[in-house]
């Protein structure tokens, strides 16, 4: 066996040798392959062989080098992309713990808010202030409005009659409802309940008393609750108080209640006004009437006078031409002559 067809069979079983023996075990194998073919007299082929080897190994591992730098940079611009996702993530969440943050500070002053009595009045009557110069024109209603009985009331729809103005009350019970939230036990529930209940149909009296003026006011009024959460209590567990509105003719309104409600009446001043603007040009048309009527009379007149003043013209017409018949006789008679006649 010469050392080329040794190292053939040395290559072709180094990969099984390797899996058991391990590298050390190959290095030992060709060391052995190696002595053998050169004690064999292959020298110079073993020598040539092994240096074709090397160059085979020089080309494979610059091609693993290529490789493994080419992974390298698609690992490195996915990284890149990673990463700058990430940041941009991170900003996001920045920005949205910073909303959080602001909204949870909001929440809070709306609670300070709402917990002081003036100033949940203020916010009631800052409310209504908005929906109101959102759906109406500004000559539609009046805040603050004094009325005849020497009240005031939070707002005044200024709707022509029927129904005629109706007052706008926005302060609301919320200290009972709060009470109603936070009870601990279903006792603590009722009694709250009940009391909530209570404030509220206090409240629809007092409206009624001074809100309804008759003769100055429509004869119903509304009860503006700007919190959602507590016009649906009211009409979820106190149907008794709801009733109550209805019979006094005080009606509870929410914001989203409240804006349909001005929404019909801007339709109704709408349709007066048209009605207003129609009327108005009734009467102009009936006045246009009129006036062509008269024109015609003094056409007539006109006409009459101009056929009257033909007929003078054309009598003058003819005692003109009278005249200057009269007048050419005179002017051909010879007052000389004895026979003229006019010398006796």
Not at 125 to 147: I, N, V
Request: hydrophobic share 50%.
């Amino acid at each position: 066996m010469d050392a080329a067809a040794a190292l053939r069979a040395f290559l072709t079983a180094l990969p099984d040798m390797a899996l058991l023996a391990g590298a050390a075990g190959a290095v030992i194998c060709l060391a052995l392959v190696l002595a053998l073919a050169l004690r064999g007299g292959g020298r110079r082929r073993l020598a040539a062989r092994i240096e074709q080897l090397a160059g085979e190994r020089l080309d494979a591992d610059d091609r693993l080098a290529d490789r493994i730098d080419a992974a390298l940079d698609r690992r490195g611009q996915a990284t890149a992309a990673s990463l700058a996702g990430l940041a941009e993530r991170i900003g996001r969440i920045d920005a949205a713990q910073a909303n959080l943050r602001q909204i949870a500070g909001q929440i809070t002053g709306l609670e300070r808010l709402l917990s002081d009595k003036q100033a949940r009045g203020a916010f009631g009557e800052a409310r209504l202030s908005d929906l109101l110069r959102d759906a109406l024109p500004p000559d539609a209603y009046k805040e603050q409005a004094t009325l005849p009985n020497g009240r005031r009331v939070d707002a005044l729809l200024l709707l022509p009659a029927p129904p005629g103005p109706i007052a706008v009350d926005s302060k609301f019970p919320l200290e009972q409802y709060r009470a109603l939230i936070a009870a601990a036990d279903a006792n603590a529930e009722r009694l709250a309940q009940r009391q909530f209940a209570r404030d509220v149909a206090k409240h629809i009296a007092d409206i009624a008393e001074r809100y309804i003026v008759p003769g100055a006011t429509a004869d119903m009024a509304l009860m503006f609750v700007p919190s959602e959460a507590v016009y649906a209590e009211i009409h979820g567990r106190a149907g008794a108080v709801v009733e109550e509105g209805f019979r006094r003719r005080v009606y509870l309104v929410s914001p989203t209640t409240l804006w349909a409600t001005l929404n019909t009446a801007r339709a109704i001043l709408k349709d007066a006004r048209l009605h207003a603007e129609s009327a108005r040009l009734q009467e102009e048309a009936l006045g246009l009437v009129e006036d062509v009527r008269a024109l015609a009379d003094k056409a007539e007149s006109a006409q009459r006078r101009l056929v009257l003043a033909e007929a003078d013209l054309s009598s003058l017409a003819i005692a003109a031409r009278s005249a200057e018949r009269r007048g050419r006789g005179i002017a051909a008679l010879d007052l000389d002559r004895p026979d003229s006649g006019l010398i006796p």
